[in-house]
């Protein structure tokens, strides 16, 4: 079992930018890939990024060379950098956990709000 606590999310104008946070609890956080995903109002959840142990990042294109993925596995934290926000950014943004071994463990986090208006 892992828990996913997400933070970092808040008010941001247009240009600006955040750095979300997701720390996990539970056992053996280097097999999971972990990712972030994120739910606007009105829309289905999507991908935002993925990033597996080994570090090869993966990013959907809505994002790419904006937003940066990373991971520090000792402190079993994951985080998404994102700069240059835009309001079509404004979304639940949820972080992930998918065990590379075993599809039924995919964990959620709570989801943190991230708003970027002016």
């Known amino acids: 079992q892992v828990q996913l606590v997400e933070s970092g999310g808040g008010l941001v104008q247009p240009g600006g930018s955040l750095r979300l946070s997701c720390a996990a609890s539970?056992?053996?956080?280097?097999?999971?890939?972990m990712g972030w995903y994120r739910q606007a109002p009105g829309k289905q959840r999507e991908l935002v990024a993925t990033i597996p142990n080994n570090g090869r990042t993966n990013y959907a294109d809505s994002v790419k060379g904006r937003f940066t993925i990373s991971r520090d596995n000792a402190k079993n934290t994951v985080y998404l950098q994102m700069d240059s926000l835009k309001p079509e950014d404004t979304a639940v943004y949820y972080c992930n956990a998918q065990h590379v071994h075993y599809a039924y463990r995919n964990y959620w986090g709570q989801g943190t709000q991230v708003t970027v208006s002016s």
């Open positions: 539970g056992s053996s956080f280097s097999i999971y890939t």
